[in-house]
């Protein structure tokens, strides 16, 4: 018995630690560094006005150093449960933990400040694709469970492993690219062709299949909906995996068609526009809670929508093509994960209850209108629709800013308040 609660209250430490990593990553890096690329660009009115680096350590903050660093957590966290495996050795977790703040760190700053970068930057990768390897070897298929059972593995799970195998790639194009710049390179900023293509595996082969699996298994349930469709969850991942090797060899055009099939696939399977068949678990977090993530799944196909428009013509729809990515990356991502973080975290880490469902709303309806305003403005500014429209950049990043910076402190607000229930066996297994 006290063993157990001394397991369950060092994975919860585990798991707490990669949080506040990546939400530090989220806020300072990101968040912080993004607001300043853009205000930079409104005040110029030329999207090339800030370094290409600077951009790309921005995107890659958000990316590996909030959200990859988030599902390595809950995954040393949740799987081993989920599978009932045995005991993780918790040295190897943290290791990892080592390892990837490391090399996203080193990646972000030598962008940045381009010191030593041939070396550096390979470094960087190495680390993070280590870090990664660190992390299947661990949790990964070999493992049993218990008992040896062969459990038959729910949908949502391969879905999970697409996302993952999608991670590893990304990884791996980032290393081959790091040391290709080091050897030939004239700045660890990666090429433009070659960025446009590594940007649809890391958002659509990575983190697209991982919000699905996830939805497929916690959000129906907390959304009372009707069991997914499990055919037409595999078929939308089969018209994202086909989409994300398309734009891998550069067919953009079909690519943004397979992405866009996928999306409506998924939504349809995940029966998210659906009414709820049960009552919405939304006990400690704010009642809006479900609209959240149904609006999200908006902004998701709506971001496909763009990236069809934006597929025409790559080059002169550099606004259609960045509204697309950011629909998808806050619009959609962020949004799920304001919206299920706050309802699974504060649990996972300690058993605690969230400290302000109000501020949630508030995190979540001012991150819904920044996405909606910059969406929206970069389009006009950026095709020269509208010349006003650069001025509401900048406006766009501060309330995204505000809404990030409110998620953080209403994660950490609760850490710091004691638990609702003292850990115990009954926790082992999450439901």
């Known amino acids: 018995m006290d063993r157990t609660i001394a397991r369950e209250t060092a994975l919860s430490a585990l798991l707490l630690t990669y949080i506040l990593t990546g939400l530090a990553f989220m806020l300072l890096p990101g968040t912080f560094l993004g607001v300043w690329n853009l205000i930079s660009i409104s005040k110029l009115q030329a999207a090339q006005s800030v370094a290409p680096g600077w951009i790309q350590a921005h995107g890659h903050a958000q990316i590996f ?12 966290y949740s799987i081993p449960k989920l599978r009932k495996m045995k005991p993780i050795a918790l040295w190897r977790a943290w290791t990892c933990w080592a390892m990837w703040t490391a090399g996203v760190l080193l990646r972000w700053g030598v962008v ?37 059972e062969k459990m038959a593995w729910d949908t949502w799970v391969y879905v999970v492993i697409a996302g993952t195998t999608g991670l590893l790639l990304t990884l791996v194009l980032q290393t081959l690219e790091s040391f290709s710049l080091a050897l030939n390179g004239s ?12 940007l649809v595996v890391a958002a659509w082969g990575f983190l697209v299949p991982m919000v699905w699996g996830f939805s497929a298994r916690w959000v129906t349930v907390f959304l009372g909906l009707r069991p997914v469709r499990p055919r037409l969850l ?24 397979a992405l866009l099939a996928g999306a409506v696939c998924a939504g349809v399977a995940l029966r998210i526009f659906e009414s709820s068949a049960k009552l919405p678990k939304v006990a400690g977090v704010h009642p809006s809670f479900p609209y959240f993530v149904r609006g999200a799944y908006v902004w998701l196909v709506l971001s496909a929508v763009l990236g069809v428009w934006a ?33 699974i975290l504060p649990s996972f880490c300690g058993m605690h209850v969230l400290a302000s469902p109000r501020l949630m709303f508030a995190t979540l309806a001012l991150l819904m209108t920044g996405c909606a305003l910059r969406v929206g403005s970069e389009i006009l500014a950026y095709q020269n629709f509208a010349a006003w429209a650069w001025n509401l950049l900048p406006v766009s990043a501060v309330i995204e800013m505000t809404a990030v910076t409110l998620f953080t402190l209403n ?14 066996p009954l926790t082992q297994f999450v439901e």
């Open 65 to 76: 150093g909030w959200v990859a660093t988030f599902i390595l957590g809950i995954g040393f």
């Open 112 to 148: 940045i400040v381009p010191w030593h970068w041939r070396a550096l930057l390979p470094l960087s990768a190495v680390l993070e694709l280590a870090a990664f390897a660190l992390f299947f070897i661990t949790i990964g298929p070999a493992h049993a469970s218990i008992k040896n």
């Open 187 to 198: 700045s660890p900023a990666f090429p433009h062709l070659f960025d446009q293509r590594y």
């Open 234 to 257: 595999l078929l939308a991942l089969a018209f994202n995996s086909a989409g994300v090797l398309a734009a891998l060899f550069g067919s953009f055009a079909l690519a943004s068609y």
């Open 311 to 343: 597929s025409r013509n790559l080059m002169a729809s550099a606004g259609i093509l960045g509204a697309s990515r950011h629909a998808l990356t806050v619009g959609f991502v962020a949004a799920m994960i304001f919206s299920v973080g706050q309802r």
């Open 411 to 424: 994660l950490v607000w609760t850490f710091l308040r004691p638990p609702a229930v003292v850990p115990s």
